[in-house]
C-alpha cells in the first residue's frame, strides 16, 4: 500500500537502559504530537518502550504468573542466552507472539543477508507506491499548467529517479531497484552513474 494509507502504527523500542525512572512500569506508551505539545501529529502514531532493565528481577517460575509484557521483557532478555533456550521454548509455549518470534529470529540468524535482501525488496515496493501515489498527486497540480498527463509522467520519472539514488545510496541492488520500479538495469545504471534528471 501507499504509506499514506498505513493504518494505526506502533514503533516499539526495547531499551537496555532505563529512559524514565520516575515510573515504576517498565511498559511506557506514548502518542506521538507536535512540537507545540498541543496538537496530534497523527493519531495512528504510537511510541512504545519497552525498558528491559525494570525486568531482570522478575522472577523466570512460575510462566502462568507473568504477565504477557513481562514474557516478552524475558524473551528479549534471554533471546541470545544459550543456557536459558528451553526457558525460551516453555515461554513460547504460552505465548503465540513469542513463538512467531522466536522463529523470526532462528530464521534471520541463519541467514542474515537474504533476510535484509527481502526487506530491502519489500520497502522498494512499498516506495514504489508511494512514488506512483505521490507523483499523481503532483501531477495532478502541474497538470492544471501544464496538461494533466504530462505531470503525472514528469513527477513519476522525477521520483523514479530521485527513489533509485537513494536506494542504490543505501546498499540496495542494481538488480532489485530495477524490477522495484519497473525500470531497466541499463537505465538504473545510468541514473546512479550520473546526474540525469530524466528517464
Do not use: C
Not at 509484557?69 to 528479549?76: R, Y
Not at 535482501?117 to 497540480?141: C, F, H, P, Q
Amino acid at each position: 500500500m501507499d504509506w499514506d494509507d498505513v493504518p494505526e502504527a506502533f514503533m516499539i523500542s526495547v531499551l537496555n537502559f532505563v529512559y524514565d525512572a520516575s515510573v515504576d512500569d517498565g511498559f511506557l506508551e506514548y502518542t506521538m504530537r507536535l512540537e507545540d505539545g498541543k496538537n496530534l501529529k497523527s493519531a495512528r502514531m504510537k511510541i512504545i518502550y519497552l525498558e528491559l532493565p525494570k525486568y531482570e528481577d522478575v522472577p523466570d517460575y512460575p510462566i502462568e504468573k507473568l504477565t504477557s509484557v513481562e514474557k516478552w521483557a524475558k524473551f528479549f532478555l534471554y533471546s541470545n542466552r544459550k543456557e536459558k533456550q528451553e526457558y525460551l521454548r516453555l515461554l513460547a509455549e504460552t505465548e503465540a507472539g513469542i513463538m512467531n518470534a522466536q522463529e523470526s529470529l532462528d530464521s534471520i540468524s541463519q541467514s542474515e543477508a537474504e533476510w535484509i535482501r527481502e526487506t530491502a525488496y519489500w520497502d522498494a515496493v512499498s516506495n514504489r507506491k508511494t512514488i506512483i501515489g505521490t507523483a499523481e498527486r503532483r501531477g495532478l497540480k502541474q497538470g492544471m499548467e501544464k496538461g494533466l498527463q504530462q505531470g503525472i509522467q514528469q513527477g513519476i520519472q522525477q521520483t523514479k529517479i530521485e527513489t533509485a539514488r537513494n536506494l542504490k545510496n543505501n546498499g540496495v541492488s542494481i538488480e532489485i531497484i530495477a524490477k522495484s520500479l519497473d525500470m531497466t538495469i541499463e537505465q538504473v545504471k545510468e541514473i546512479v552513474n550520473s546526474n540525469k534528471t530524466a528517464v
